[in-house]
């Protein structure tokens, strides 16, 4: 039935195509995974187009099926793969029934492919110049060792690494992420190919970073290649592609001009994709079309005993973190300041939001706040008495009033233990929680699922069990269960895909205006710590760049570090009505 | 145009695949293996119930028959037979392989444990401790205890189970290690839990669970290194008909009597196995990779 819904799409696109034949072409495709028994379909009639000099975007959240396509296109779909197409060509040539031998040939050659992650994609036993230079040998389309040196040394000049001499004789390991990227990408490019395919060529970078391999990128197009740019990023899209394809559960859902999505989307998923984007203009909005959950009965009750608001507010902050500094031993045995001399407070009932890139010890002074790591100068003290040099045994008595969410929840999880034990496991720590009787302890639990929006039914399910989101909430119930003053998140939704992220933040935005519960919220990404925090730190290299409102540091950034990460947040080209 | 890239070396693979799973989580292997180790239990328990002969009585008239109706799996060169034997030689044998493992994996807990649990020196003077014990064979080990406290059933134990224990306790540390690094022991501290709690809670049951597997495993190998022993000379003394004894026994006739090296060996074969897949099956559903039936 979907085939010949995207059969129809394609034709009706197809009229308005030029005459030439366009460079690549994918008619009705559909791939599917494992025996002939229990195949599973990953990609359903899809079909698109891609001319000279074009770039397509295919967007999706994961499981959407935009990966394995990109990968049919490069033949790298793996062994339990079954692929069927109508048509697929490239240059006029049926690119569906090449054999691993041709692939290669043409794979490099006149198809590129660059990768998420270049540290898993890079040989990391070989120098990069050396990788790059296997791309252009293997195709022989270098003679002699002089010529190859220099054109290694052209490639990596033109990606922009610094020092393409030196950064030629090291390993992967060696260079930055960015680095790291833009080697990859220079292996891709090597040989000129007339197609790039990036699948995700930045999730894995800092936003500062990102911003350079897009404009990297950006260049390559110029030179008129056709580039098939796969990504979740929808900012990151719309700022590359003429055109973006959207898809879901393996099929298109709507495809056209990145004006015509991004400015005038028509299907509801492609809506709820571009709504469920938090930034600026997001706050204090709700991201997910999900309504909040109760937290007071029909009889105007506090149903779920959770409620705060009677807590007494001193004038005195709940956590207050003076000067910290923590240092490191690194791999050569040298001390490395981590956090340097970094000094915040979270007042009651308000969100703390600390951003900042990879390496910028943001996640250090969350586990300082929580007091898993002890800094080496400075002291965090939680409501008013000595936290991090209190002793470990002190301080049992009173972490139930801190709680936190981790990016990855399955981690935190006893891989043995049901939703139910988790949950409970963790009610025992409320004040009077453990002479509950068993009875009631049940009846918490299923009101702290329900409470993050899970059915009782999830009790008996174990974490291997559910979906990332799932996980997400069920990590929030166990935090809540001890009815903590102050919640650490250390980037609560960094591994979910945009549309159960926005579920995540609606959810911590809800429990916090309804439960007055304060937040030390931890993120690489600007738009969600926009989103949710009332106060921002921004951190770079352990320093503590600039602290404020979270209006005047995003809208009125001060200070040029701050600056150019604001800058470097990839925005929308076209603006949603 | 229609076309499908399949290779049919993967289909075969995928069905081999197929097949190694459903004989792991297909329980007729598991009933079988059952079947067996009541067997043993019942010939270690009460050996007369499964006996067709007296293992002891001499019949010098039929020495070192073929198997037959009259004698299941033959006589020995005093005209003993040899399936008598075998199971009055069971109870000596288990009792070997399950003390010996026992104690190896207590004695493996404690050390490892402690070592994983406390780092800093006592985890280093540990570590040393296990790798020099490591560095010797286990053949080694369980020889000297033998020729230090003579050749009796409880040497043996103790021989083996100390001789094997450092492989479990370098294991056990380092599950412990891992254990203590996972986010759920950093999530359960977070939330206040006391040490103890912990330990209970989250560290021994994750750190021992693999152990399961390794504690069937370890007594089919703990026969096998009594059993040598026994070949030896160094284990259990004639006329005690312990495996390895058996073994030792019938090495001087293997040339005449096939029967009385290889029946006392598939003996121990057939129960190191069956412990195996049932440990297997155990540790299975402990990870709850199979439903309970």
């Not at chain 1, 045995?333 to 600390?354: H, Q």
């Not at chain 1, 809800?510 to 030390?520: A, F, Q, R």
């Not at chain 2, 145009?1 to 007729?28: C, H, I, Q």
């Not at chain 2, 939330?191 to 021992?208: E, K, M, T, V, Y």
């Amino acid at each position: 039935m979907n085939v010949t819904y995207s059969a129809a799409l394609f034709r009706q696109n197809a009229t308005h195509l030029p005459v030439s034949d366009p460079l690549l072409t994918v008619e009705n495709l559909d791939v599917s995974f494992g025996p002939a028994h229990a195949r599973r379909a990953v990609v359903k009639g899809v079909s698109f187009t891609v001319e000279e000099g074009r770039c397509i975007a295919i967007v999706g959240e994961s499981g959407s099926g935009k990966s394995v396509t990109a990968r049919t296109l490069v033949g790298l779909t793996g062994p339990r793969s079954h692929v069927q197409a109508d048509r697929l060509t490239f240059q006029g040539m049926d690119i569906g029934r090449l054999g691993d031998k041709k692939w290669r040939a043409l794979r490099g050659k006149r198809i590129g492919f660059v990768l998420q992650d270049a540290l898993v994609s890079l040989d990391p036993l070989r120098p990069i110049g050396k990788e790059i230079g296997e791309t252009l040998l293997a195709h022989r389309a270098i003679r002699t060792r002089a010529e190859l040196t220099e054109r290694v040394l052209d490639l990596l000049k033109l990606v922009g690494v610094p020092e393409p001499a030196v950064k030629a004789r090291q390993l992967p390991h060696e260079l930055s992420g960015g680095q790291r990227q833009r080697a990859l990408i220079a292996t891709a490019i090597a040989l000129d190919p007339a197609l790039l395919v990036a699948d995700e060529p930045t999730t894995a970078l800092d936003v500062t970073i990102q911003a350079q391999i897009l404009n990297l990128l950006s260049e390559t197009r110029e030179r008129g290649k056709a580039m098939i740019l796969i990504s979740h990023n929808l900012a990151v899209v719309s700022q590359m592609a003429d055109d973006v394809i959207v898809m879901r559960h393996g099929e298109i859902v709507e495809r056209g001009s990145s004006e015509q999505i991004f400015g005038d989307p028509r299907h509801e998923y492609t809506k709820c994709l571009l709504k469920a984007i938090p930034s600026v203009r997001s706050r204090g909005k709700r991201l997910s079309s999900s309504s909040a959950p109760r937290f007071i009965s029909a009889e105007g009750e506090n149903i779920k005993g959770l409620t705060q608001s009677d807590i007494a507010r001193p004038g005195r902050p709940l956590l207050e973190a003076e000067r910290l500094v923590k240092r490191f031993r690194g791999p050569d045995g040298r001390l490395r300041t981590v956090v340097n001399d970094v000094s915040f407070s979270l007042g009651y009932g308000e969100t703390l939001g600390i951003v900042g890139e990879s390496g910028s010890g943001k996640t250090t002074v969350a586990r300082m706040a929580l007091a898993l790591e002890i800094p080496d100068e400075g002291e965090v003290t939680f409501e008013g008495a000595p936290w991090t040099s209190a002793t470990e045994k002190e301080r049992c008595l009173r972490r139930s009033s801190i709680s936190v969410i981790y990016q990855d929840p399955l981690s935190s999880f006893d891989p043995r233990w049901t939703i139910e034990r988790i949950v409970d496991d963790a009610l025992t720590k409320r004040d009077g929680g453990s002479s509950l009787d068993r009875a009631s302890r049940q009846s918490e639990v299923s009101e702290l699922l329900d409470l993050v929006g899970l059915s009782p039914a999830f009790r008996t399910r174990r974490p291997l069990e559910l979906s990332g989101g799932q996980r997400q909430r069920v990590a929030i119930a166990r935090a809540l269960a001890p009815r903590p003053k102050i919640i650490v998140c250390d980037e609560p939704v960094s591994a979910l895909d945009v549309s159960i992220q926005a579920q995540i933040l609606d959810l911590l935005g809800d429990l916090k205006s309804h439960l007055g519960v304060s937040y030390l919220f931890i993120s690489h990404d600007l738009g969600v710590v926009h989103h949710l925090s009332d106060r921002v730190l921004v951190m770079n290299h352990g320093d503590a760049v600039e602290a404020g409102g979270a209006d005047d540091v995003f809208l009125q950034p001060r200070q040029p570090y701050t600056r150019r990460l604001v800058a470097a947040v990839p925005r929308f080209h076209f603006q949603a009505a | 145009m229609t076309y499908a890239t399949t290779s049919a070396g993967n289909e075969k693979a995928f069905v081999t695949a197929r097949v190694l799973t459903a004989a792991r989580t297909f329980p007729v292997l598991v009933y079988i293996a059952t079947a067996f180790i009541a067997f043993f239990f019942i010939a270690a328990v009460e050996q007369k119930l499964l006996q067709t002969h007296d293992p002891l009585a001499l019949d010098l008239m039929s020495p070192l028959q073929a198997p037959s109706r009259a004698h299941w799996l033959g006589t020995d060169q005093s005209g003993r037979d040899l399936y008598s034997r075998i199971v009055a030689g069971t109870g000596q044998s288990l009792s070997i392989g399950l003390g010996a493992t026992a104690l190896s994996l207590t004695v493996a807990l404690i050390l490892g444990v402690t070592a994983g649990l406390s780092g800093g020196w006592i985890d280093n003077v540990l570590s040393r401790f296990f790798d020099v014990l490591f560095a010797l064979p286990t053949l080694f080990l369980a020889l000297l205890f033998v020729s230090l406290f003579g050749t009796t059933v409880s040497t043996l134990i103790v021989a083996v189970g100390i001789g094997t224990s450092p492989g479990y306790a370098r294991m056990v540390r380092v599950q412990v290690l891992s254990v203590k690094a996972t986010g759920y022991v950093e999530a359960a501290k977070v939330l206040g839990h006391s040490p103890q709690r912990i330990l209970f809670n989250h560290i021994l049951p994750n750190a021992i669970g693999p152990l399961a597997t390794m504690f069937t495993l370890g007594i089919g190998q703990a026969i096998i290194w009594a059993s040598g022993l026994s070949f030896l000379g160094l284990g259990v003394a004639p006329p005690s008909s312990e495996w390895g004894a058996l073994l030792n026994a019938g090495r001087n006739y293997v040339i005449y009597a096939w029967w009385l090296e290889i029946m006392p060996g598939i003996a121990i074969a057939i129960f190191a196995l069956s412990v195996t897949v049932i440990g297997q099956y155990v540790q299975q559903r402990l990870e709850g990779r199979i439903d309970l039936p």
